[in-house]
């Protein structure tokens, strides 16, 4: 049987898909490449160029593959976008959720693995935050995440589909043989951006905010390896083969970083100057996040094997390196 990856060729799901092509798995990939690379998906998973709204295009390649369960990594993810475009995020990620989960329905397949999000909390009431905590978001995007979250709920309640709602903290770092990584454009993410700086690609690192209540004024943020966040989506697709119910889990490593000490970090890292400057808080930054996430570890056995962010960034400056120019397409989506 096959596992069907929506958003396959995107930083993350790629990820996914080459760690589940790696176990043995038999995968097959949906993604329309909005934000996504034909060239970042594992050459032994089938791929079907289309978008997840389109309900024809999605029977047809649910009626050609014999499906086990679905991972679904594709939406768009830029809160700042989405606090100006809100329609394009409810559109696409939460309206996208509805028409996947129409079509899973009709094809009977009852087991769906979600990219969900640290933004769905919104401002936090305590640190570290759990998965029972109150899920308040402050943007769009996040908004666009828990509604896909609940529709997944009810049709749970209706249709007896199971999900596992993962929600990410920051993630970043890259397979560490270089082959795959992050490519986004225009990239919005601190990890990257650090290190395109390193590169020579920007002048100068600009860091949002240095007076926010933490050690050093900057935010605090808690990075989680893709590589481990990838084995975290299969654990979760066998907790749901093996019967388990609908659950959310928190992905991240529990330890939190200000922005700060990720430049240190990156300058040690890769033994380049790094010029940075202080700018004004970015709007809509919570001040600190960091998850609790024992109940990954103990529920699925997650076990992350990247626990430092120096090896998280090394890992990312390895695909940077072996990569300037990222993806061989990167004209075609910019
Ligand atoms: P990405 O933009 O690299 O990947 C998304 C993929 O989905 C792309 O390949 C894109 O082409 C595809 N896609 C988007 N809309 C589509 C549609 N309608 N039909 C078919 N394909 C479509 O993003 P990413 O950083 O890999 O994030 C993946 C998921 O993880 C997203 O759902 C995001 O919300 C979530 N997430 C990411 C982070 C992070 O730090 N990167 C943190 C929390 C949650
Ligand atoms: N950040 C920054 N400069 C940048 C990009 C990001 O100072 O050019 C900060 C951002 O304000 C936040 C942290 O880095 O405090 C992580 O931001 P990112 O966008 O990577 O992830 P988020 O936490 O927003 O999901």
């Known amino acids: 049987m096959t596992v069907l990856v929506l958003g396959g060729a995107g ?31 594992n050459p032994k998973a089938r791929f079907y160029q289309g978008d997840v709204r389109d309900q024809d295009f999605l029977n047809d390649v649910f009626d050609k593959e014999d499906i086990e369960g679905v991972i679904h990594f594709a939406a768009f993810s830029v809160v700042p976008e989405s606090m100006k475009k809100p329609l394009k995020y409810f559109d696409n990620n939460t309206a996208g959720m509805v028409s996947l989960l129409e079509v899973m329905n009709k094809h009977n397949v009852k087991r769906i693995v ?13 640190i570290p935050i759990k998965e029972t ?8 995007y996040g908004e666009s995440k828990l509604m896909m979250e609940k529709i997944m709920k009810w ?4 249709y007896g589909i199971k999900f596992v709602a993962l929600r990410y903290f920051n993630v970043a770092g890259a397979k560490p043989d270089g082959s795959i ?8 993410h601190l990890v990257p951006i650090i290190l395109e700086v390193a590169a020579g690609e920007r002048k100068e690192l600009s860091i949002f905010g ?23 989506h299969i654990l979760a697709l066998e907790y ?11 992905l991240g490593s529990s330890t939190g970083f200000s922005n700060k000490e990720m430049l240190e970090a990156a300058r040690k890292v890769t033994g380049k100057e790094i010029p940075a400057k202080m700018a004004p808080r970015r709007a809509g930054d919570p ?16 076990q992350p094997q990247y626990d430092n962010v120096e090896d998280i960034i090394r890992t990312a400056w390895n695909w940077k390196q072996s990569h300037p120019e990222g993806y061989a397409d990167r004209g075609a989506n910019a």
């Open 11 to 41: 930083y993350i799901g790629s990820h996914a898909v080459d760690r589940l092509v790696e176990k043995g798995y038999d995968v097959a990939v949906v993604d329309n490449l909005v934000t996504g690379h034909r060239a970042a998906v």
């Open 114 to 126: 979600f990219s969900s999000t640290a933004a769905t909390y919104g401002e936090p009431k305590q």
């Open 133 to 140: 905590d109150p899920q308040v978001p402050t943007n769009p």
């Open 155 to 158: 049709s749970d309640e209706a």
């Open 181 to 188: 990584g992050e490519d986004h454009h225009p990239e919005t």
């Open 210 to 232: 240095d007076d926010y209540p933490t050690k050093d004024g900057t935010n605090v943020r808690d990075y989680v390896h893709v590589v481990d966040l990838a084995d975290a």
């Open 240 to 250: 749901l083969k093996a019967g388990h119910d609908s659950n959310a889990f928190n």
């Open 287 to 302: 001040s600190t996040l960091i998850a609790a996430s024992d109940k990954a570890r103990d529920v699925l056995n997650w």
